[in-house]
Each structure stands twice: as structure tokens, then as C-alpha cells.
């Protein structure tokens, strides 16, 4: 039994990267798959459930007010994370995965990047913020990050989303960030971007 409940669906395309779908603030181990399918056909698609639980709504982890982080939570939970992602390596034997993260599932990829950077082999995040005040120094060489952030976006200030990006290539990822004229959620743009960054890696 691994310590998340999850979906999973094997590889069909061995050249593709297995998928970490991390689903926002309300959504659940099902979400993301029809997205991780489009955005890059015959990946692995390893989805797990988030453990806290706000009113209800599954999340990666726990907050004190919209977008006020309780930050020793986002370090224990991107922790048992990464030790998840640990343990269904082993039980599926995949290789590291690309995280694909959405709101709250992006912020806790943000984070594990930070403090378990051998967790990931990359990340998509989208509509990210800082997770943490104040991350360890990660060694992010050889780590594509893509970023789309929202310029209306009314949770996430335009500063905070810069402030990430900047801090992942300081790190040594190599970041592509992309700032779209909407909102909170994801638009068609997203999808484009995030096929067109899949397909540049292969
Ligand atoms: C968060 O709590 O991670 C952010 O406020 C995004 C959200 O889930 O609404």
C-alpha cells in the first residue's frame, strides 16, 4: 500500500516523462489525468490525493487565509510527498517525475523543488506563488521549470509569481515563465504552452 491514494496509468510511450499530477485547493486524484493525457501523450501519470482537508476540500497542505501559508505544514507535507514519489517509483519503476501542478498542486511542487530537488526531474506550474519564506539553498541544475501565472489573477500578486520565478533560476532551473492576460484559472493558452514545452524536451 503506498501512503497516498492515488491513480496511476502506465507509460505507453516509453520517450515520454512520467507526469506528478498535483490537483489545486477542492479537486481530487482524478482531475488532472485528461490534462496530463493532452499535454503529453503516453506519459506515466502518477496522481495522488491531497491530505488536508479544508472544509472538505482536499489540499497539499494546510493554509491560515488564502494565500497565508502554515509553513511548517508545506515543509512536512512537500516532505512526505517527495517520500511518496519515493516509494511509487519503486513499486511502478519510473524514473523521476515531471510535477504538474495547479494552483495549490503547484505551490507544493514549488516547494518540493525547493527542499527535495531530487524528487523531480522538472515542473509545470501553474498559477504558482512563493511557498516559503525562506527555502534552503537547492541545487535546481538541469531542471526545466515552466511557469504560467495570471496577470488578473486575484489570489496570486504579479510580484509574488516574478519573485518565484526568479528564486527557481537562482537555483540553476531553467525557467520559462509566462504571464497570460487572465485570471485565476487555466486558459487555452496554458494548454498550448504546456504541449509545446513537453514536446520541446523529447
Ligand atoms: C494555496 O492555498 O495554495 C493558494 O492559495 C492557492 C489555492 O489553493 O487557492
Known sequence: E?????R???ATDPNRPPLLLLHGTGG???DLLGLGRMISPGSALLSPRGKILENGMPRFFRRLAEGVFDEEDVKFRANELA???AEARKAYGLEAPVAVGFSNGANIAAAMLM???EALSGAALLRAMVPLSEAPKADLSGKRVLMTSGAMDPIIP???AKRLAAALSEAGADVEHQVLPTGHNLSQT???LLVKWFAERS
Not at 503506498?2 to 492515488?6: C, Q
Open 8 to 10: 496511476y496509468e502506465p
Open 28 to 30: 481530487d486524484e482524478n
Open 190 to 192: 496554458d494548454l498550448q
Open 2 to 6: 503506498l501512503s497516498f491514494i492515488h
Open 158 to 160: 504579479a510580484d509574488n
Open 115 to 117: 527542499l527535495r530537488p
Open 83 to 85: 517520500d511518496f514519489v
